[in-house]
């Protein structure tokens, strides 16, 4: 149980850290705000700090918030949560908005799957291509790698015929 509660902990200074690069703001400030609060009120805190308006798509933020919250610790038991993922984003760039620029939710769940992505072997990251793909977008444009151990993405080398 002492590891669960200290990968959340992990998890949870993780995803603040992202928000904060994300909104430009000392994650500092909110050091003491990761123990004993949820991913929800931890956004939201950081969210009032950006000085930001909560997003037109609060509904859509909400629900990879709670897609964050219930994501397995355990490598091994998230792989139904990483196919719901991979489904998902076959037919779009990020999570939410135009495709263009990554959102509050993309950093959130990047923030969250990035250890079990770590984690999974060649062969079980080759069946997650859209996953694949959009994690190497936000750590590309979100420029996390500071904080997060950088994800190879291996690319199908172009041969003209």
């Known amino acids: 149980m002492a590891t669960n509660g200290t990968s959340d902990l992990k998890r949870k200074q993780g995803i603040v850290s992202s928000l904060c690069k994300h909104f430009n703001l000392d994650p500092k400030a909110f050091s003491s705000q990761v123990p004993g609060n949820d991913i ?25 918030i709670a897609f964050a919250d219930s994501f397995p610790s355990d490598s091994k038991a ?52 859209h996953v694949m793909r959009w994690m190497d977008y936000i750590q590309n444009s979100e420029d996390l790698g500071a904080l997060f151990e950088k994800i190879l993405l291996e690319k199908p080398v172009f041969e003209p015929q």
């Open 40 to 64: 929800k009120t931890l956004y939201i805190n950081i969210l009032k700090s950006s000085g930001k308006e909560s997003p037109q798509n609060n509904d859509e933020v909400m629900k990879w």
């Open 78 to 129: 998230c792989h139904g949560g990483l196919n719901e993922l991979n489904t998902d984003l076959a037919k779009k760039s990020v999570l939410l908005g135009n495709g263009f620029t990554p959102s509050e939710a993309d950093v959130i769940v990047f923030s969250v799957i990035h250890s079990s992505m770590i984690a999974l072997s060649t062969p079980e990251k080759e069946k997650l291509p």
